[in-house]
């Protein structure tokens, strides 16, 4: 925790100067508000140095802040409460003595060196050591709150850049212009089949709108969207394409990133089936692993033998949005050879509503 920027390392600096300019009107208002001579060094090097002294330490409160965290839970509260006080005394006691060695060696008038001195001043300038961890715990909640905030501002620019490619993807001029197409032949072919791919397209841009505000949903509710479009393009296909799931039933209240599957099983008609005379298979797979979740979008084309690691949009996309709501608890992998088919694997945690 703690990693603060140039920035607020300047700001840090900048506070510690106005405490020393506050502390030097305080000394000075005290000296003429008891008719006491006003002596200029103490007025402005004692706060001056007050405030460089806690500035110097700033870090290594923050660092001792950092390493016990008090934040972090129960375990162990008691060993890092017991650390914080004992760390509080020892640099108070340290600044404290160098304060007053400096003063003395610098002849400011009034300076004390005794230890008793220093330690009676303790009960003044030990809660300066707790009032900065509670500055280092503000300024680290600051910083998670923030990067929360952008975290969840890109993950909602991500979820609208999925669904325009959703749309650009599936619903570009040539897919429109394929399923239009399609539609129009089967409507003197096979009316009844016309009508059927009609009535799937609609349910088609009906779900990816209801899907616009939510950037998670259920397995379920994935796998009905995907469904929607891949009997669409069975219809457009025909015998060519043959659609397979092979989902464990209790995968499927597990929540994942909206509109996830649909651009693979894009890639895997367009690559492994389309260019096939014959057709093939299509299959989603979907398995839990004790607290993770395993999908898999396979087809049984002639896979891609000199394939070298080099991700188009979609897959990289998808990887990113699985990164960005997981981080490394989350991944992506492929499996393709001569003849084996193309499948993307995706690895994440088993999460529910519940």
């Given at each position: 925790m703690l990693h603060l920027e140039r920035m607020k390392w300047g700001r840090i600096a900048l506070a510690w100067l106005l405490f020393a300019l506050f502390m030097m009107g305080l000394v000075y208002g005290q000296a003429v508000s008891r008719g006491a001579a006003v002596h200029w060094r103490t007025v402005v090097l004692s706060p001056l140095l007050h405030s460089l002294?806690?500035?110097?330490?700033?870090?290594?409160?923050?660092?001792?802040?950092?390493?016990?965290?008090?934040?972090?839970?129960?375990?162990?509260?008691?060993?890092?409460?017991?650390?914080?006080v004992a760390a509080g005394v020892a640099l108070t006691v340290g600044y404290r003595a160098v304060y007053v060695l400096v003063l003395r060696l610098l002849a400011v008038p009034g300076t004390e060196v005794s230890w008793a001195a220093i330690v009676s001043s303790l009960n003044v300038w030990v809660p300066m050591y707790w009032m900065l961890l509670l500055a280092a715990y503000a300024l680290e909640y600051s910083d998670r709150y923030r990067h929360r905030s952008l975290e969840a501002a890109r993950l909602e620019t991500q979820l609208v850049q999925a669904?325009?490619?959703?749309?650009?993807?599936?619903?570009?001029?040539?897919?429109?212009?394929?399923?239009?197409?399609?539609?129009?032949?089967?409507?003197?072919?096979?009316?009844?089949?016309?009508?059927?791919?009609?009535?799937?397209?609609?349910?088609?841009?009906?779900?990816?709108?209801?899907?616009?505000?939510?950037?998670?949903?259920?397995?379920?509710?994935?796998?009905?969207f995907t469904a929607?479009?891949?009997?669409?393009?069975?219809?457009?296909?025909?015998?060519?394409?043959?659609?397979?799931?092979?989902?464990?039933?209790?995968?499927?209240?597990?929540?994942?990133?909206?509109?996830?599957?649909?651009p693979l099983v894009e890639n895997a008609v367009r690559h492994g089936i389309a260019r096939n005379p014959d057709g093939g298979t299509v299959c989603l797979r979907a398995t839990r692993q004790g607290e993770r979740l395993q999908l898999g979008v396979y087809d049984d084309g002639p896979g891609a033998p000199g394939f070298d690691g080099a991700w188009g949009i979609g897959l990289r996309n998808t990887e990113d949005r699985l990164r960005a709501l997981h981080g490394a608890g989350a991944s992506l992998r492929i499996d393709t050879g001569a003849g084996q088919g193309f499948t993307v694997w995706l690895d994440l945690p088993f999460i529910t509503t519940a």
């Open positions: 002294l806690w500035a110097l330490l700033t870090p290594v409160v923050f660092a001792l802040a950092s390493r016990f965290d008090l934040t972090a839970g129960r375990r162990g509260l008691l060993v890092k409460l017991l650390v914080h669904q325009l490619q959703a749309l650009k993807m599936q619903l570009k001029p040539h897919f429109l212009f394929n399923a239009l197409n399609a539609i129009a032949a089967l409507t003197g072919d096979d009316p009844k089949a016309g009508q059927r791919m009609m009535g799937k397209l609609g349910q088609f841009l009906r779900v990816v709108l209801d899907h616009s505000d939510a950037q998670q949903v259920t397995l379920e509710q994935e796998l009905q929607l479009y891949l009997e669409i393009e069975q219809i457009r296909f025909s015998d060519r394409l043959t659609l397979c799931y092979e989902v464990d039933p209790e995968t499927r209240p597990a929540l994942v990133p909206s509109l996830l599957l649909q």
